[in-house]
């Protein structure tokens, strides 16, 4: 957790400048993944049960047709305990994650202009992400009892990706459309199944051995493989208009292109939306599949 404190505190110190922080929405599946970013100055404070973390993500924007880049990033971390066990009965391992990103608007679209008598109601955005993560993994050869010591591997990830999000307005309905492609050095660890063991700390004094704690941790098993790959996200989201926008029906898949660890995920989300602000949900539910398992989460945020 120390190096999740450390992100807390340059985060909030990258608040204070000029250009403050970006970054991702609360449209995103069980592992966080999602192609769709903020719109508009603000942030959101959201927690994830599917994948068991807490993220804070800010974006400073100018919303006039003279300032069409803006800055951002997200900070994020595991919580304490077992919450993702109650829908996937997996607990994911322990993490901290740093992501900040450049944003240009209206790329095929024509700049908000207040003055002309029919401003355009569509908007795009293309954002470039870049980001570190860093885990702390506990690793067991096998899940027969009585079970062993479990070992301890750290595991630093870097990733870069590049999306593309636009907001389509009609005279009944709205869609919020958002793909993306990367690259990332990542892992499988949330393809492993995880599992609850005793972690003892042992020490060693005058040659006596000395038991001086026991917790419960999470350890994985199966075959842990580290790799370079390539995600590819795409969501097209749905307001009907009988709704009044205040809902969105999120029709998304996540995916791995890479040829050594190629995956499909496809899902569906239902989200809750501020009134007027499509791009911005308070809260929702996907539910995914992947490798012949179903896959649940819980999103919710507070946005500022």
């Known amino acids: 957790m120390n190096n999740f404190r450390a992100m807390l505190i340059f985060a909030a110190l990258f608040c204070q400048a000029p250009f403050a922080m970006c970054q991702q929405s609360l449209f995103e599946s069980?592992?966080?993944?999602?192609?769709?970013?903020?719109?508009?100055?603000?942030?959101?404070?959201?927690?994830?049960?599917?994948?068991s973390d807490l993220r804070l993500s800010y974006l400073h924007e100018i919303m006039n047709k003279s300032h069409l880049?803006?800055?951002?990033?997200?900070?994020s971390g595991s919580l304490n305990g077992t919450s993702s066990q109650l829908l996937s009965g997996v607990t994911p391992a322990k993490s901290a994650l740093l992501r900040i990103s450049g944003k240009k608007r209206n790329i095929f679209t024509e700049p908000l202009d207040a003055s002309s008598p029919t401003p355009s109601p569509n908007?795009?955005?293309?954002?470039?992400?870049?980001?570190?993560?860093?885990?702390?993994?506990?690793?067991?050869?096998t899940s027969v009892s009585p079970l062993p010591s479990p070992t301890s591997h750290?595991?630093?990830?870097?990733?870069?990706?590049?999306?593309?999000?636009?907001?389509?307005?009609?005279?009944?309905?709205?869609?919020?459309?958002g793909a993306s492609v990367g690259v990332a050095r990542t892992?499988?660890?949330?393809?492993?199944?995880?599992?609850?063991?005793?972690?003892?700390q042992v020490s060693v004094t005058n040659g006596?051995?000395?038991?001086?704690?026991?917790?419960?941790?999470?350890?994985?098993?199966?075959?842990?493989?580290?790799?370079i790959?390539?995600?590819?996200?795409?969501?097209?989201?749905?307001?009907?208009?009988?709704?009044?926008?205040?809902?969105?029906?999120?029709?998304?898949?996540?995916s791995q292109v890479a040829a050594v660890h190629r995956s499909a995920e496809p899902?569906?989300?239902?989200?809750?939306?501020?009134?007027?602000?499509?791009?911005?949900?308070?809260?929702g539910a996907t539910v995914s599949y992947k490798d012949g398992k179903g896959k649940v989460a819980l999103i919710a945020g507070w946005n500022f």
Do not use: M
Not at 37 to 45: A, I, K, Q, S
Not at 165 to 170: I, Y
């Open 187 to 200: 892992n499988n660890v949330d393809d492993l199944d995880s599992v609850q063991v005793t972690d003892s």
């Open 154 to 177: 750290g595991f630093d990830g870097y990733q870069a990706s590049l999306a593309y999000n636009a907001l389509v307005k009609s005279a009944h309905n709205d869609f919020l459309l």
């Open 123 to 141: 908007d795009d955005w293309v954002i470039l992400q870049v980001g570190y993560e860093r885990q702390q993994i506990k690793l067991l050869d």
């Open 267 to 283: 899902g569906l989300g239902v989200f809750v939306c501020k009134q007027g602000q499509p791009a911005r949900p308070i809260g």
């Open 69 to 75: 880049y803006s800055w951002g990033a997200d900070v």
């Open 229 to 254: 790959g390539v995600p590819v996200n795409a969501d097209a989201i749905w307001y009907p208009g009988a709704f009044s926008g205040r809902i969105g029906i999120d029709g998304f898949v996540r």
């Open 30 to 51: 069980h592992d966080g993944d999602t192609s769709i970013f903020l719109e508009g100055t603000g942030g959101v404070v959201s927690t994830n049960i599917g994948k």
């Open 208 to 227: 006596i051995e000395r038991r001086a704690s026991e917790d419960s941790v999470a350890a994985f098993v199966g075959t842990y493989k580290k790799f």
